[in-house]
């Protein structure tokens, strides 16, 4: 095999993306590798032996503010107008998610307006100054009833370990909706590509300057193939070969 530009380490997003844009805008030879024995990391779907559409690692929903990403995403595969939108299940009842005004009506059943709901969770949050931990920061923002029902259990299933155990961050990530939009995200450009993510990673390598090793660590990489400089999106812990462990 010969020498390349590049060795970019990941085979998802940031790594083929890279891939495409050093190859097409610098000319410039890529080999690209992943471990799994498939492209697009964790956004890989296919075609069941029954005929459904699965997505291997779970649904990816795409979505930007950004018209320059929305227009380079374009270039690869065509968008469906697929908006996403959450229920949660609560005693027997449906939810929309994220918490919105339509969400707290129902389960408190009440009639709030826009203008009423921020001063309706001000009443019902238990303040605290520094949350360390997700379940605090949860019961910062909207109060113990609506952490219990829509974020304990939640985070517990997703994440294996109760949120008292959790960064804050973890379930800031979730707004908190001040009206009565119910879709899970508010960007501008929403959709899933046609023919499915496996397809646009494929149509986004095929370049000239860019070959996919699959199946293929970094560290057999390193003394299989010549290269002068290395992209690594993988898990950093292995990178330096778990000196610390993982």
Same mark, same amino acid.
Request: glycine share 8%; aromatic share 14%; with cysteine.
């Given at each position: 095999?010969?020498? +390349?530009?590049?060795?970019?380490?990941?085979?998802?997003?940031?790594?083929? *993306?890279?891939?495409?844009?050093?190859?097409?805008?610098?000319?410039?030879?890529?080999?690209?590798?992943?471990?799994?024995?498939?492209?697009?990391?964790?956004?890989? =779907?296919?075609?069941?032996?029954?005929?459904?559409?699965?997505?291997? #690692?779970?649904?990816?929903? /795409?979505? *930007?503010?950004?018209?320059?990403?929305?227009?380079?995403?374009?270039?690869?595969?065509?968008?469906?107008?697929?908006?996403?939108?959450?229920?949660?299940? %609560?005693?027997?009842?449906? #939810?929309?998610?994220?918490?919105?005004?339509?969400?707290?009506?129902?389960?408190?059943?009440?009639?709030?307006?826009?203008? !009423?709901?921020?001063?309706?969770?001000?009443?019902?949050?238990?303040?605290?100054?520094?949350?360390?931990?997700?379940?605090?920061?949860? $019961?910062?923002?909207?109060?113990?009833?609506? +952490?219990?029902?829509?974020?304990?259990?939640? *985070?517990?299933?997703?994440?294996?370990? !109760?949120?008292?155990? $959790? !960064?804050?961050?973890?379930?800031?990530?979730?707004?908190?909706?001040?009206?009565?939009?119910?879709? +899970?995200?508010?960007?501008?450009?929403?959709?899933?590509? %046609?023919?499915? #993510?496996?397809?646009? /990673? &494929?149509?986004?390598?095929?370049?000239?300057?860019?070959?996919? $090793?699959?199946?293929?660590?970094?560290?057999? &990489?390193?003394?299989?193939?010549?290269?002068?400089?290395?992209? #690594? *999106?993988?898990?950093?812990? =292995?990178?330096?070969?778990?000196? +610390?462990?993982?």
């Amino acid at each position: 095999m010969s020498a +390349y530009d590049w060795l970019i380490v990941g085979c998802g997003f940031t790594g083929a *993306t890279l891939a495409e844009r050093i190859a097409t805008e610098l000319d410039q030879r890529v080999l690209i590798i992943d471990r799994r024995g498939h492209i697009a990391g964790n956004a890989h =779907d296919f075609v069941h032996d029954s005929g459904l559409f699965v997505g291997k #690692y779970g649904a990816h929903i /795409f979505h *930007t503010n950004s018209e320059r990403v929305w227009d380079f995403v374009r270039r690869f595969a065509r968008f469906s107008d697929y908006t996403h939108r959450v229920a949660a299940h %609560v005693n027997g009842l449906s #939810y929309s998610l994220p918490l919105n005004l339509n969400t707290v009506n129902s389960f408190f059943n009440t009639r709030l307006s826009e203008d !009423d709901l921020p001063h309706f969770l001000e009443e019902k949050r238990i303040p605290i100054i520094r949350p360390s931990n997700a379940e605090e920061a949860v $019961l910062n923002k909207v109060g113990r009833e609506l +952490y219990e029902a829509f974020y304990r259990n939640y *985070t517990k299933k997703q994440w294996g370990i !109760d949120p008292a155990y $959790l !960064d804050p961050s973890v379930t800031m990530r979730l707004p908190v909706r001040m009206n009565s939009d119910e879709r +899970y995200f508010s960007d501008r450009w929403q959709g899933m590509p %046609v023919g499915g #993510y496996t397809k646009l /990673f &494929a149509n986004m390598l095929n370049n000239k300057n860019i070959d996919v $090793l699959l199946n293929t660590d970094y560290s057999e &990489a390193v003394g299989l193939v010549k290269f002068k400089k290395v992209i #690594y *999106t993988g898990n950093i812990d =292995d990178y330096f070969g778990n000196v +610390y462990g993982k």
